[in-house]
């Protein structure tokens, strides 16, 4: 009962033959071996496995890859660029926006999404923002700072200089 | 966790749904956002054998005021309302609601006519819907039927929808002037089913007379229910403090609430009371502004 799917995942095209009970994430990870995506709860809580489909950020742990038939999967190995880390990346890298790292793929993909509905978020709108991403370590604060960090900088504005807050 | 193996189509039109419907009967679950669906199948209380996903079918999607209502599509999404211009214009009570269900990920696939398909008391839109008096489409290959939102659930996971029909549009008469409404749930945390939920739409005339109440209540009886004697009680009257605090009163009597992890059942009645009285207030706010 397989089927063929063609997905394009980071700007790269993908013809795969799926069984259609396989999840996207699963795909993703163990058939195009890109495993920067991580599943967390795999009950659609933690927001770990989240990527974006055709630009809106779903978490793929509660998507069919045959859902993604013909579509455009983007994963956090497709952020960082030949000139360098993708703002958010950068961010986070300078807030200590992590600790363990687990949830930094999925934070940083709705980020993403994120960023681009509301290019100069409050506080507010980036806790609310997140609120499907659940981060064990961090405590938030320092992920809110170097979204921050990145909304200021892809707006061209200087980044904030605040002090990353160890909790 | 994976569901159980099931075949899988995904349709061009509505015409080739109903076939597939017809060809698979009660063995078929439609597939639109899927967010209610596909948890249930990783965890296996659902396996159904054949899965058709509508979101290759063109016109399902739409967010529009036509003929006196406004139009939710099957495919709309939580997301397109929060987005929606019309909607952040005209229905603050959508913005209330979509904003408390689950969160932006899964806003992005679930619909508003799968949140009501499913047919749980524990979803948010069912309530939001009651108090706005809204009607559903529901269509087969034999035509379309249309059927109030009071009439539509029948039980937990059961709704008037048949093996054979899709829910396709969510109708809901554009609110008159001096119109207000509101929706708030109590959640543990994000993404949690309410431990109460009430939605309120009221209509005040001129004299600040009380000309329409809806009050929906969200998780708090085996199916979504019309809170209809605090309605009566509002209806036809200034709405001062005694009528509202006697609205509220009703609505924690009339309901059935269970005890669980978010509550016992006193507490959940008193919940009631107090979101009853507030979202009047607020509803009240809103239709002076």
């Known amino acids: ?167 | 966790m994976i569901p159980a193996t099931f075949d899988y189509a995904a349709p061009a039109s509505l015409e080739e749904a109903f076939s597939l419907l017809e060809q698979h009967g009660d063995e078929a679950k439609i597939l639109a956002g899927g967010h209610s669906l596909i948890p249930m199948m990783k965890l296996r209380f659902a396996s159904p054998e054949f899965l058709i996903d509508i979101n290759n079918i063109p016109g399902l999607a739409h967010i529009k005021e036509e003929d006196g209502y406004l139009k939710i599509g099957a495919l709309a999404r939580e997301a397109d309302l929060e987005h929606s211009e019309l909607i952040r214009s005209k229905y603050p009570i959508f913005m209330d609601a979509t904003k408390l269900i689950a969160d932006p990920q899964v806003r992005n696939m679930g619909t508003v006519g799968g949140n009501i398909a499913h047919g749980d008391a524990a979803n948010d839109h069912p309530a939001v819907m009651m108090a706005l008096r809204a009607e559903v489409v529901i269509s087969s290959a034999e035509g379309q039927r249309t059927v109030p939102i009071d009439e539509f659930f029948y039980g937990f996971y059961m709704t008037a929808v048949q093996p054979n029909e899709i829910l396709t549009e969510i109708r809901i008469p554009v609110p008159g002037a001096g119109t207000g409404n509101a929706y708030h749930k109590m959640e543990r945390k994000v993404g949690d089913y309410a431990t109460a939920g009430v939605a309120v739409q009221l209509t005040l005339d001129g004299d600040g007379v009380c000309t329409y109440a809806g009050i929906g209540l969200t998780n708090v009886n085996p199916v979504p229910l019309r809170a209809a004697r605090s309605e009566e009680v509002l209806v036809g009257h200034k709405l001062d403090e005694e009528r509202i605090e006697l609205a509220g009163q009703y609505a924690s009597e009339d309901c059935n609430p269970s005890t669980d992890l978010r509550g016992d059942e006193e507490y959940k009645r008193a919940m009631v009371k107090v979101l009853t009285k507030r979202m009047i207030n607020k509803a009240i706010e809103r239709a002076k502004s």
């Open chain 1, 1 to 167: 009962m397989k089927k063929q799917i063609t997905i394009s995942v980071n700007g790269e095209k993908h013809t795969l033959e799926v069984e259609p009970r396989e999840l996207l994430v699963h795909v993703i990870r163990e058939k195009l071996r890109l495993t920067g995506t991580h599943i967390g709860c795999d009950t659609t809580s933690c927001g770990a496995c989240t990527v974006l489909l055709n630009g809106k950020s779903i978490k793929s742990c509660t998507v069919l890859a045959i859902q993604a038939d013909g579509k455009e999967v983007s994963t956090v190995e497709g952020l960082a660029t030949a000139e360098g880390l993708h703002p958010l990346q950068e961010g986070f890298k300078e807030n200590h926006g992590l600790h363990c790292g687990f949830c930094t793929p999925g934070m940083l993909m709705r980020a993403v999404e994120l960023l681009e509905h509301n290019d100069n978020p409050t506080e507010e709108e980036i806790r609310w923002g997140i609120a499907g991403n659940l981060c064990r370590c961090t405590g938030y604060n320092n992920i809110v700072k170097a979204i921050q960090y990145a909304s200021a900088k892809m707006r061209g504005e200087e980044t904030p200089s605040t002090e990353p807050e160890f909790v």
